[in-house]
Antibody
Framework: EVQLVESGGGLEQPGRSLRLSCAAS????????MSWVRQAPGKGLEWVSY????????YYADSVKGRFTISRDNAKKSLFLQMDSLRAEDTAVYYC???????????WGQGTLVTVSS | EIVLTQSPATLSLSPGERATLSCRAS??????LAWYQHKPGLAPRLLIF???NRATGIPARFSGSGSGTDFTLTISSLEPEDFAVYYC??????????FGQGTKLDIK
């Protein structure tokens, strides 16, 4: 089955770090640009970060720039999000999403919950 | 940054009725606009890409229209499974990608 599965979420204290992973199945991962998108409790969807097919181009939302780092391992068909200096406002469900041909997100994972609280 | 404004915030309709959801961009995005359906606890689902093209497996009752700054998602006859939150998303000028704030479609 074509799918994305996130992992690595959990409860962490402000200022600490978490690393999220996203495993791709049944499609050629290296052919796709990828993003992370999050949804804070009671809020809408917010794009977090983008990475190109080879990993050479990366973009970040202003809200996470300088604190989060996106990366990928095409050989392992995996996407990552290193989250440092966590803040309470980073509390959200984090989704990895595959970018389609028209810059839409045509495949999403089920999400992993990150809670930042002391 | 392009801001997407969706209206209405909430739409209360009955099964069988027609739903019309609006998404307005603060500047032109061409046709780089997508629509998603999101239900609690599930992954968002792509409905429409490039403003008017249905994604794979999406029923024909869903249609998208518009270009530039004004876009519409229409559900011609609501089925019980269509009650959800709907988001528009642009990539006309990026980064960043931006989403609208969502329209909640609930059962009247």
């Amino acid at each position: 089955e074509v799918q994305l599965v996130e992992s690595g979420g959990g409860l962490e204290q402000p200022g600490r770090s978490l690393r999220l992973s996203c495993a791709a199945s049944e499609f050629t991962f290296s052919r796709y640009e990828m993003s992370w998108v999050r949804q804070a409790p009671g809020k809408g969807l917010e794009w977090v970060s983008y990475i190109s097919k080879t990993g050479t181009i990366k973009y970040y939302a202003d809200s996470v720039k300088g604190r989060f780092t996106i990366s990928r391992d095409n050989a392992k068909k995996s996407l990552f999000l290193q989250m440092d200096s966590l803040r309470a406002e980073d509390t959200a469900v984090y989704y990895c999403a595959r970018e389609g041909d028209f810059s839409d997100f045509d495949l999403w994972g089920q999400g992993t919950l990150v809670t930042v609280s002391s | 940054e392009i801001v997407l404004t969706q209206s209405p915030a909430t739409l209360s309709l009955s099964p069988g009725e027609r739903a019309t959801l609006s998404c307005r961009a603060s500047q032109s995005v061409g046709t780089f606009l997508a629509w998603y359906q999101h239900k609690p606890g599930l992954a968002p689902r792509l409905l429409i890409f490039d403003a008017s093209n249905r994604a794979t497996g999406i029923p024909a009752r869903f249609s998208g229209s518009g270009s530039g700054t004004d876009f519409t998602l229409t559900i011609s006859s609501l089925e019980p499974e269509d009650f959800a939150v709907y988001y528009c998303q642009q990539r006309g000028d990026w980064p960043p990608y931006t989403f609208g704030q969502g329209t909640k479609l609930d059962i009247k």
